[in-house]
């Protein structure tokens, strides 16, 4: 399988004489890969994820990105990859208050300059799929938290990208809308093709995908695969790893 | 065919270097290359001729005669270095096919002028033969086929980088444009969604828009009544309109300064909430010019809009004021514009560049902090301090004018030390803090956002400073009444010459003849030159009067005054200046090129020019003793027509110097006889007579229009009583400026506030629910609010009042109050300032509870 992400001594810092955050990644994703991203406060999961989603660049070491370096991109082809590759779910949904459900859901596609009436067709058909018709035409706080977190979902997907990256989409929603949540990702990871990377520090969510990477410290540790155990089975062995952690 | 190949042919040297190869052949064939006495000869004949006689060695015999064994040797060798020419014809051939089969011919080519050379060589050695014209040009064209064909080689490989350069630019162009390429256009549901965005936030820039029309309307009004009063240029400028030019001038670059500061705290909030859109932009994939294209609409639409309100306020204001707007539009409105661009640009760099550091283009999701700086507080709060006790010494000298731009350095001084005191104070309070301790959360919001609020404390302080330290006292001066008028109904500086025509005045009045010397400073040069050149004359001051003692003497004794006692020098060096004017008008110098304490002037009439490098050998520098008082009349409000009192003998020294030639060291205007009136005239009339006696003046106004010619504010005479009320005018001009002023500052200072709380208010609501969450009651939040702008409203307050102080306390000085009327300024500054501060903290007091409702 070709990868889609490759890092390769990966490091990362904020500031020039500040303290390291990543501390020499290695990793390489796959396409169709569901890999959840584990670790305690502070061992650098989120800044993996937005180094992973372009959000942040990497201060040494090389990405690759569909085998692509991305050093050697120019900040508009990056922006591309962005808007067309990638689709970005957060934890506190993110939404435009000043925007509609509609509008926020169509707001990367009218970035792209997508045609109109595929526009329109997309963002009806993601609105019937996340069972969000009612609130077409409704603000972000007039709705509860899944159901911006549905409408957060729907946004990522509007331009049919070929990875989402999650942080903790899950991490403001209760168990059961949490749950609907990961289902719905696993559905597109295997329905749908799409390479899903979530950062979580639940087991109970990481128990349904493929691989789960434990970092500490700014450093990956190590690397569990389901394969073909039970999710019952694999929740238990991410809870003892995290444990040990 | 391969690149190089093809540059091959299409090298130009390729086809010289043929064309040489074929010259030279034809030279050695056929011109004559050897010569003997009057014959010239080919090499092919000279070959032909060894061959007939059978050989070099008897040809040499024969051509060179038995026993003469060097010329024999000599010719032999001549023989065989021809076939060195011939060996080099046949290199050049072979070269020349080389080239046209496309190959390189370096070697060859090297070969051919290696036995050139070799020929040449041999030929200087044995020379039986001398050289003919032929082997001239056989060895030039050896010679051209080396250097012009190098030169050729040369100019053909850097046409060839040159080409390749560009293909490898193009190359790159192309490639760039294909990996930008990003077709398609955004339609108008893009733009709608902006829009809407844009106007949700619209109470972001809300304040932006109030600020900037403020800033404009205010711009537009001064520059509007500037205009209106015929520019700042006084030409001919009444009393009034000089105190209106003079006091616009001051007040603009100083509302420029604190516009600035006022919009660049603004625009940080309102950066502050922006970037949290354009993050989530950014997240969302859209290209940074794309993004560059949202804020600049955004923000030249508030920039804009702010910019048409401001006009329409603007010139409504002016309208109501009833300066004339029709035929001076063209003139205010650019240079209104012009400072309003300036004073947002300036604000913008404030906030990218200076404090804020920011690139709104990278992902941001959390609004940084703003931390306490490590160092540099001890260094910040030393120039400061310098700067600020320098700008109280300058505004002390006795010739500052009261100069605006000196408060400009206290208020910039104030600033550094500021930043550098409230560094060192935080670091200290953190230092000692415990976690416990409720100190923390008074400290935390300047711990969080040291700049920010910095640079409000200092606003809120600077605008504090001007209002009590420079208008409130200048209000209270307004309330000393002015001098007693003086006694007489016409003063008049005239000529010898035209004292019969005033003499004819008497039965309608009495007249007094005092003998004076016009008196002028470095400024009152050729008026002439300034049509020309503004450079070389800026402010025509017009003329000063110059009595000697005596006179004086009488002056004070008529006018009901008590003459000082006076030390004056009999070389003139020591004068004593009667600054003519009304304790309520500003303190004017003499003159101000030197800074105002040097008290510059010439005895004689205005210069065409001067050597402005050395300018106190023309305009001596005097020491002098100052009164403040109207002896003749305040005809200028200080601005000249003071009166210079001289000793008696040096007066009487320069008097009928000065009346009977001009000073041949310096240029004075050619139509002048001498140098200046020699008598002042005090006319007081009997009443109703006044037509007969300005009927008069008039005359001798015109006789001498030629002296008016050099400053239009020399006046040859005044009626008192229009001059005094002129005066008035410009007095109750400056008065209503000062208030207008005062209460401008009042109001910017509550504005201030407003900005500081409605910019905070996001982010002080989510502390106090956060700290109602933490089980704080309401009473503490109240009283944590309260403590938190009393902090600001006192510290503000009580800096401005401490800073304020000594400059209050200058200005009796400065304007030489005497002691009643110190007095009444010190009633009246204490009512102003116990009022305003009164003013001020109730309507704090109302803001903040606003804020604490609204903010919590």
Not at chain 2, 232 to 248: D, E, K, T, V, Y
Not at chain 2, 431 to 447: A, F, K, N, S
Not at chain 2, 655 to 668: G, L, T
Request: glycine content about 8%; proline content about 3%.
């Amino acid at each position: 399988m070709s990868s889609v992400m490759e890092l390769k001594g990966l490091r990362k810092r904020y500031e020039e004489k500040g303290d390291w955050i990543l501390k020499g990644i290695d990793l390489r994703i796959e396409k169709q890969d569901f890999i959840a991203i584990m670790g305690r406060s502070g061992c650098g999961k989120t800044t993996l994820l937005k180094t992973l989603g372009l959000i942040e660049s990497a201060t040494e070491g090389e990405y690759f990105f569909e085998g692509n370096a991305v050093s050697g991109l120019w900040g508009s082809e990056i922006a591309d990859i962005r808007r067309r590759n990638m689709g970005f779910i957060f934890q506190d949904y993110n939404l435009m208050g000043s925007l509609t459900v509609r509008e926020n859901i169509m707001l990367p596609a009218l970035l792209d300059k997508m045609d109109e009436q595929q526009r329109k067709d997309r963002t009806e058909k993601l609105i019937q799929r996340f069972g969000i018709q009612a609130y077409r035409d409704k603000y972000p706080h007039e709705m509860s938290g899944g159901q911006q977190q549905r409408v957060a979902l729907c946004r990522a997907l509007i331009n049919d990208p070929d990875v989402i990256l999650g942080d903790e989409p899950t991490g403001n929603l209760d168990s059961v809308m949490g749950q609907q949540v990961i289902e719905t990702l696993a559905e597109f990871n295997e329905t749908d093709g799409k390479t899903v990377i979530l950062v979580t520090h639940d087991p109970k969510i990481a128990m349904y995908c493929r691989k789960v990477i434990f970092m500490k410290d700014g450093h990956l540790l190590d690397c569990l695969e389901r394969r073909d155990a039970e999710k019952e089975t694999f929740y238990r062995e991410i809870a003892a790893k995290m444990e040990e952690l | 065919m391969s690149n190089e190949k093809k540059n091959l042919q299409q090298n130009p040297s390729r086809y010289f270097r043929v064309l040489t190869a074929v010259l030279f052949l034809a030279d050695v064939v056929l011109a004559p290359w050897l010569r003997e006495g009057n014959r010239s000869f080919s090499v092919r004949v000279f070959i032909h001729g060894v061959k007939a006689a059978g050989g070099i060695e008897k040809f040499a015999l024969t051509e060179a005669g038995k026993g003469n064994t060097e010329g024999i040797a000599n010719l032999t060798m001549n023989y065989w270095c021809i076939y060195l020419i011939i060996f080099l014809g046949a290199v050049l051939l072979l070269r020349a096919a080389w080239l046209l089969a496309g190959r390189k011919e370096r070697f060859l080519s090297g070969a051919a002028y290696a036995l050139g050379l070799l020929y040449l060589c041999a030929f200087m050695i044995f020379n039986y033969y001398g050289y003919s014209g032929g082997m001239i040009v056989g060895m030039l064209l050896v010679f051209l086929d080396a250097m012009l064909g190098k030169y050729l080689d040369e100019r053909q490989a850097l046409r060839e980088a040159e080409a390749a350069l560009r293909a490898k630019e193009q190359a790159e162009k192309e490639e760039k444009k294909r990996r930008e390429a990003f077709p398609g256009r955004y339609g108008s549901e893009f733009y709608r969604v902006i829009f809407k965005n844009f106007r949700a936030n619209i109470r972001d820039f809300l304040l932006f828009l109030v600020g900037a029309v403020l800033t404009m309307t205010v711009l537009l009004v001064i520059w509007g009544m500037e205009q209106g009063c015929g520019g700042i240029r006084l030409l001919g400028a009444s009393a009034l309109q000089q105190q209106i030019a003079s006091s616009l001038k001051q007040l603009l670059p100083v509302f420029m300064l604190l516009a600035v500061l006022m919009l660049s705290l603004i625009i940080s909030g309102y950066l502050r909430t922006r970037m949290k859109n354009y993050s989530m932009y950014i997240a969302l994939g859209i290209r940074n010019k794309t993004l560059i294209r949202i804020i600049g609409l955004e923000y030249g639409t508030c920039i804009l809009t702010a910019l048409a309100g401001g006009i329409l306020l603007g010139l409504a204001t002016l309208k109501i004021i009833g300066v004339p707007i029709a035929g001076n539009l063209l003139r205010m409105l650019p240079p209104a514009v012009l400072c309003y661009l300036l004073v947002v640009l300036i604000s913008t760099l404030v906030n990218y560049h200076i404090f804020e550091f920011k690139n709104v283009l990278r992902y941001n999701r959390s609004s940084a902090n703003e931390p306490v700086p490590r160092y540099g507080a001890g260094v910040m709060m030393g120039i400061g301090l310098f700067v600020m006790l320098g700008s109280l010494g300058l505004f002390a000298r006795r010739g500052s004018g009261e100069d605006l731009y000196i408060l400009g350095g206290l208020i910039a001084g104030f600033g550094l030390f500021l930043y550098g005191a409230a560094t060192r104070i935080l670091k200290k309070r953190v230092d000692r803090l415990q976690v416990t301790e409720t100190g923390l959360l008074t400290i935390l919001p300047w711990r969080n956002r040291f700049r920010t609020n910095v640079r409000f404390l200092f606003l809120l302080t600077a605008l504090q400073i001007m209002l009590f330290g420079i208008f409130l006292p200048r209000l209270a001066a307004q309330g000393i009444p002015p001098e007693k008028t003086a006694p007489y109904d016409y003063v008049a500086m005239v000529y010898d010459s035209d004292l019969p025509d005033l003499q004819g005045l008497k039965k309608e009045g009495t007249l007094q003849e005092l003998p004076m010397l016009r008196a002028t400073t470095p400024l009152g040069a050729d008026i002439s030159r300034l049509k020309k050149d503004y450079r070389t004359v800026l402010w025509p001051q017009g003329q000063h009067i110059a009595v000697s003692e005596s006179s004086y003497r009488k002056l004070c004794r008529q006018a009901g005054k008590t003459p000082q006692k006076l030390n004056l020098s009999a070389d003139g060096h020591r004068v004593h200046i009667v600054m003519q004017q009304n304790a309520a008008s500003e303190a004017h110098n003499l003159e101000w090129y030197s800074g105002g304490g040097g008290n510059l002037f010439r005895l004689g009439q205005p210069l065409v020019a001067y050597d402005r490098n050395q300018v106190t050998r023309t305009y001596i520098p005097h020491d002098a003793t100052y009164e403040r008082t109207n002896l003749v009349g305040a005809l200028h409000a200080g601005n000249q027509e003071n009166i210079l009192v001289l000793s008696d003998s040096y007066f009487r020294s320069v008097y009928s110097q000065k009346r009977q030639a001009r000073d041949p060291s310096v240029s004075i205007p050619p139509s002048a006889v001498k140098e200046g009136p020699d008598q002042l005239v005090l006319i007081r009339v009997k009443t109703g007579q006044n037509k007969a006696v300005e009927s008069v003046l008039k005359k001798i106004q015109k006789r001498h229009s030629s002296d008016l010619q050099y400053d239009e504010s020399i006046r040859t005479w005044y009626g008192v009583a229009k001059a005094e009320k002129n005066n008035e005018a410009a007095a109750d001009f400056a008065r209503r400026m000062e208030e207008m002023t005062a209460v401008g500052l009042l109001l910017m200072v509550l504005f201030t506030f407003c900005i500081r709380y409605s910019l905070a208010g996001a982010e002080q609501r989510k502390e106090y629910r956060l700290l109602g969450t933490l089980g704080m009651n309401d009473r503490e939040q109240e009283k944590l609010f309260n403590r938190e702008a009393r902090t600001y409203v006192l510290c503000s307050m009580g800096a401005a009042l401490v800073l304020s102080a000594p400059f209050a306390a200058l200005l009796p000085f400065l304007r030489m109050f005497r002691r009643s009327q110190s007095l009444l300024y010190l009633r009246n500054l204490l009512g102003l300032g116990g009022g305003t501060m009164a003013v001020l903290l109730l309507v704090l007091t109302v803001l903040t509870r606003y804020y604490r409702r609204v903010n919590r």
